[in-house]
Structures are given as C-alpha cells and as structure tokens.
C-alpha cells in the first residue's frame, strides 16, 4: 500500500519568506500526486495536480515538484502571506491503486 | 465544473442512532466513488471505495454493518453511520471520480462533521 508522509508536521514563517513543504511515497509507481490545502474545519481545496509524466506544475505562488525516482515532492511556497496560513496535504495515487492516499499533512502558520 | 456536494455539512445526533450523509456529483457522473474520514488533526483515511450498481469495497478495519455505503445512481452515493456512537464522531469526506477517459482526477466534497453525543 501506498505510504505518504510529510515533512515537517508543522511550521511557522514570518510573512515575505519562501518555502518548502515536502512529502515522499514509497511506492514511486505512481499515477498522480495532488496537492490540497484544509482550512480548519472545512473541506480540501486542490491547489496542484502532477501527473506521473509531470515534473512540475506552477500555480501563481505555488509550485510543486515531483521525483518519482527519489519517491519525493515538494511544494513551494514564494513570498508567503498570512492568508496561506492552514494545513498542506499532500496525496498520491498509484498506478496499483485506486484511491488518493494522503499523508498527515503540514500545518503552516504565517505571522505578520 | 467537477464540483461535489455533500449534505449535510454537520449532524449533530444521540448516540445509538442512525446517520445518513448524501454525496452529489452537480456536473459529471461519478462511475466510482469514495468515502474518507478524518479525525481531529489526522489524515484522511480511505473507508471505502463504490462503483455505480456494485456493492462497496471496504478498507481494512472498516466495519461493512456499521458504514452503509449506497451507490445507486451515477451522481449519488449514500453513506449511513449505524447505531452511532460517540467514537464515530469525525469529519466524513465524499470524493467522486468520472469514468471518462483520463479521468483519474478525484474531486472532493466540502466534508460532513459528525458529532455522536
């Protein structure tokens, strides 16, 4: 089965800095990764979709990055603002799947 | 487009009764669908996965009596918490996939907090 997991479970920025928020997989056949923001209490919203044929997918402020080899991906983030502050989630579906399997997640906090 | 529904968005119940959340798919038809549940600062854990017309594929350690899943048409799946009790409480979240080709893309309702008093 599909394992995802999320580095770091949890970071603080002061607003205007870049960063990175990481997730690997082990199984590195996969189809797709997603990447989704949670709000508190609230539902997914999807911020970035890599297909397996992707290296990379840009979305404004965001970028993500897939290595299917390294079994890694990575979210970045540029000139933060507190407005992007929730929880990342980071998903992968396998060739051999049939279902998103999600990691625990990154909750960012970004301070004025 | 690809945009799902699910209602209602909180249920708050007695413990020991039965609970039914509905997931819509409002612009496509949805040949699988599937249902996550999330409990407080966790993951979503996959509970089960159904296909238009087919009975439910259940996850390990899901309880197929207790979680009623229902997938009778192809823009409606029916999840129904039975006999609830308090350890039920979470966020249930619906995701739902077209059949059409290259359509490996889940789209994901807006989530339905389950509270079991």
């Known amino acids: 089965k599909q394992e995802v997991t999320q580095i770091p479970a949890a970071l603080s920025v002061p607003e205007g800095e870049n960063l990175v928020l990481n997730c690997s997989f082990t199984d590195s056949a996969i189809y797709n990764l997603q990447w989704f923001r949670q709000d508190p209490g609230k539902g997914l919203t999807s911020l970035l979709l890599?297909?397996?044929?992707?290296r990379e997918q840009t979305s404004g402020r965001l970028n993500a990055s897939l290595d299917k080899s390294s079994g890694r991906s990575t979210l970045y983030i540029a000139a933060s603002q507190p407005g992007d502050s929730a929880t990342y989630l980071c998903?992968?579906?396998?060739?051999?799947?049939?279902?998103?399997?999600f990691g625990k997640g990154t909750s960012l906090l970004v301070t004025p | 487009g690809a945009v799902v529904s699910q209602h209602p968005s909180w249920v708050i119940c007695k413990s020991g009764t039965s609970v039914k959340i509905e997931c819509r798919s409002l612009d496509f038809q949805a040949t699988t669908m599937f249902w996550y549940r999330q409990f407080p600062k966790q993951s979503l854990m996959l509970m089960a996965t159904?296909?238009?017309?087919?009975?439910?594929?259940?996850e390990q350690g899901v309880e197929k009596d207790k979680f009623l899943i229902n997938h009778a048409s192809l823009t409606l799946s029916t999840l129904t918490v039975t006999s609830a009790h308090p350890e039920d409480s979470s966020f249930y979240i619906c995701?739902?996939?077209?059949?059409?080709?290259?359509?490996?893309?889940?789209?994901f309702g807006p989530g339905t907090r389950l509270t079991v008093l």
């Open positions: 890599i297909q397996s044929s992707q």
């Open positions: 998903a992968a579906l396998s060739n051999s799947g049939y279902a998103l399997n």
């Open positions: 995701s739902a996939r077209s059949g059409l080709a290259g359509g490996n893309t889940q789209y």
């Open positions: 159904s296909n238009e017309g087919s009975k439910a594929t259940y």
